[in-house]
């Protein structure tokens, strides 16, 4: 199973550049070393049975191909222009896979973490206000990748949490988080697929997220995911 060490090994490679980075860095990893630690506890029997979850934090886009071509139902895909592109969301994925098949991987839960909004910072700063920032944009590529892996699975195991002064509640920009999420609601977890849409579940308000709420929101969406494949 995935394990303590093999987090920060990842965490080592990946040096943040700014205070505001360390923060959200570090949230974010200590909320998913306690997932990880949940998981294993939750699922002791899961490498007797053949599986065992990875962690990492980048994934080749290549391999999200391959894991849609597995499903042997899509026939088109264009070529890729670089073998080594990557998707990399901020808090990393938690992959399932078995021992007896190299090809099977499962995404058990996908987590980005993104921070906008500095104009309260700058007011008290004595400084203009800058227009909002395009965090939010920034998800788009990532959701749209997940989104088409997982076509033919009923789940959709990814997880935004956002804060900021931009995300204060009543803000036009929560308009364009809800209309990323299919006009589905924020703050509230989706794993399962609605009504033929991909609801996932999208956490943003002003302040910031604490590594117990993030673990509280990770771990629920991990295990419905696992047991989904599994039972």
């Keep these: 199973m995935a394990t303590s060490d093999q987090l920060r090994e990842n965490k080592e490679q990946h040096k943040p550049k700014n205070t505001d980075s360390i923060i959200d860095d570090r949230l974010a990893s200590d909320a998913m ?13 899961l490498e007797r049975d053949g599986y065992y979850i990875d962690y990492q934090q980048t994934v080749l886009l290549a391999d999200l191909v391959a894991v849609i071509k597995g499903y042997e139902k899509r026939v088109e895909y264009a070529t890729l222009n670089n073998k080594d592109a990557f998707m990399s969301p901020d808090g990393g994925l938690l992959i ?9 991987q499962r995404l058990v839960l996908v987590v980005e973490m993104k921070r906008q909004g500095t ?41 935004c949490f ?3 002064v931009d995300f204060v ?30 609801p996932v579940s999208m956490f943003f308000r002003k302040e910031q997220w604490s590594v117990e709420e993030l673990f509280e929101v990770m771990k629920e969406i991990a295990e419905t995911s696992i047991r989904n494949y599994i039972h």
């Design 96 to 104: 399932l896979k078995k021992k007896s098949d190299k090809t099977y």
């Design 119 to 159: 104009n309260d910072r700058r007011e008290k700063e004595g400084k203009k206000k800058q227009a909002q920032g395009n965090a939010v944009e920034r998800l788009g590529k990532n959701l749209i990748g997940i989104r088409s892996t997982l076509q033919y699975e009923n789940i959709t195991p990814f997880v």
């Design 33 to 45: 070393e306690r997932t990880i630690r949940y998981i294993n506890e939750r699922f002791p029997d």
């Design 162 to 164: 956002g804060w900021g």
């Design 169 to 198: 509640e009543g803000s036009s920009i929560l308009d364009r988080i809800i209309t990323m999420n299919e006009f589905y609601d924020l703050n509230k977890i989706y794993v399962f697929k609605k009504d033929g849409y991909s």
